[in-house]
């Protein structure tokens, strides 16, 4: 059974960094694509990043480029967000996802075949 367990969040001042954290069971980081998508209430889930299984290629979002990291750790079987300089309009649920295929670009949301079930970023002074 897949299951994407998400954790890290919080409240962070603008100008702060958080990490993000998705623990994968049910398989490996190394098989499945990865990527993290945000939400705010009212709008669509945006994509933010994606980690290519096959290669380790990475696809960010525009509004996060030089400041969003995502990687992943094959030991721990675990991917992370690693987010810098954060803004308040970077304040949203973040959810972890993963599917079968190779990316090339940003992927849409129903490209990805499992979810986690999101944890809270909220950037505010």
């Known amino acids: 059974q897949v299951q994407l367990v998400e954790s890290g969040g919080g409240l962070v001042q603008p100008g702060g960094s958080l990490t993000l954290s998705c623990a994968a069971s049910?398989?490996?980081?190394?098989?499945?694509?990865t990527g993290w998508f945000r939400q705010v209430p009212g709008k669509e889930r945006e994509g933010v990043s994606c980690?290519?299984?096959?290669?380790?290629?990475?696809y960010y979002a525009d509004s996060v480029k030089g400041r969003f990291t995502m990687t992943r750790d094959s030991a721990k079987n675990t991917v992370y967000l690693q987010m810098n300089s954060l803004k308040p309009e970077d304040t949203a649920v973040y959810y972890c996802?993963?599917?079968?295929?190779?990316?090339?670009?940003?992927?849409?949301?129903?490209?990805?075949?499992?979810w986690g079930q999101g944890t809270q970023v909220t950037v505010s002074s």
């Open positions: 996802a993963a599917g079968l295929f190779d990316p090339v670009g940003l992927p849409r949301a129903h490209t990805y075949d499992y």
């Open positions: 980690l290519g299984a096959s290669d380790g290629s990475t």
């Open positions: 049910g398989f490996t980081v190394d098989y499945l694509s």
